[in-house]
């Protein structure tokens, strides 16, 4: 059985547990919602203000950069998981591309602020290139399954550069271009990538 004295210190020890990851998520938070505002490198001293912490406060809890662009990326993952439903490979060629391209669209348009950030920091920062990497990789597996079909039936000879197209066509730079570059709302972009899409798969409507 604990002592009172001993009781005492766990709950204290507890309470502060319970403060510094509070804290750690408030400045976490800050920098996603500045980052979805479209301030791609917002300082120190932003994101603590909107943290409603001190900037000192800021570096106790994260004080390597790193380790905040990897809890952020972990945050992000969490805010965007449920688009991640699988597109079912078993529908027909106009259905999967609707899907797809919507599912796509949606993942973008969730993390626009920050892919964008991240682009801006990825020659510099070791996290933040290896979530782009692992993110990048995991979205041209996702292309190959829903449309193995359509490129297991194309010459062999032209299978590579087929993959290469429809994984450029529905990845971030293509959703960046609609967006920020040409000025599309998303539902023009969306309508964009699947007009692509459909082109680079021949798809033939009834």
């Known amino acids: 059985m604990l002592r009172p004295m001993e009781t005492t210190d766990a709950k204290s020890r507890n309470g502060r547990t319970v403060r510094a990851e509070r804290t750690r998520r408030a400045l976490v ?3 996603l919602s500045l980052l979805d505002e479209g301030m791609l490198r917002p300082t120190a001293e932003r994101i ?7 900037e000192r406060s800021l570096f106790q809890h994260f004080p390597d950069r790193e380790q905040l662009f990897e809890a952020v990326a972990r945050a992000q993952y969490e805010r965007v998981v449920h688009t991640l ?3 079912d490979a078993s529908l027909p060629l106009p259905k999967r591309i609707d899907a797809f391209a919507t599912q796509r669209s949606r993942l973008h348009e969730l993390s626009k602020g920050v892919l964008r950030a991240a682009l801006l920091l990825e020659p510099e920062s070791g996290a933040v290139a290896g979530w782009l990497t ?5 979205g041209a597996a996702d292309v190959e399954r ?3 079909g359509e490129l297991e039936a194309a ?8 993959r290469a197209a429809l994984v450029s066509a529905s990845a971030w730079t293509a ?3 609609y967006r920020f570059h040409q000025g599309l709302g998303s539902a023009r972009a969306r309508a964009a990538m699947r007009t692509t899409l459909a082109a680079l ?4 409507r009834p």
């Open 29 to 31: 938070d800050a920098l």
């Open 48 to 54: 603590a203000e909107r943290a409603g912490v001190s």
């Open 85 to 87: 439903e699988p597109v």
């Open 134 to 138: 692992t993110a990048r990789k995991a």
């Open 146 to 148: 829903v449309f193995r």
């Open 155 to 162: 010459p062999e000879a032209e299978r590579a550069a087929l």
């Open 175 to 177: 959703w960046q271009s």
């Open 201 to 204: 798969l021949g798809e033939r």
